[in-house]
């Protein structure tokens, strides 16, 4: 049996999720060494975790654009740096909420292009996804 193949429109959505997390490692990596204020040490080792889990995700998706036949790109997304502690929460809570409605797109068209193992994958990714915007809501007390 051969390799699957997939659309390039999926490709490129693929491509696109791979470019957020990459920026979203970069942004928490960052956030988490300029964290500053007496309550910052509990929120910067979250900062660096979700990092790590972010750079999880963005090897899965490589992983995955490439067994579909793509290439997986080199691109990062933007990336917001700075500003307070709370601020940084937002930014950060903000890039969730985008994954996720990101997420939800691709497993919608992992649906049409009849890809049940990488729908599966963008299900776990979105659960992880998820449960951040839980913790940084959280966090912001929502």
């Known amino acids: 049996m051969g390799r699957p193949k997939a659309s390039q429109q999926f490709i490129d959505m693929l491509n696109e ?7 979203s490692i970069f942004q928490y990596m960052w956030d988490h060494i300029l964290a500053r204020g ?19 995700h963005a090897y899965m998706l490589a992983e995955r654009i490439d067994l579909l036949g793509g290439t997986p790109t080199t691109k990062v997304g933007e990336i917001k740096v700075g500003g307070d502690l709370r601020q940084m929460l937002e930014d950060n809570l903000e890039l969730e909420y985008e994954a996720i409605a990101m997420y ?9 292009e009849d890809d049940p193992a990488t729908r599966r994958l963008l299900e776990d990714i979105l659960k992880d ?14």
């Open 17 to 23: 999720a791979l470019a957020e997390e990459m920026a």
């Open 38 to 56: 007496m309550e910052s040490p509990p929120i910067a080792e979250k900062f660096k975790e979700l990092a790590m889990t972010e750079m999880r």
């Open 104 to 112: 939800r797109r691709l497993i919608k068209q992992a649906e049409q």
């Open 129 to 142: 996804t998820e449960e951040h915007a839980r913790d940084l809501e959280s966090i912001l007390g929502r």
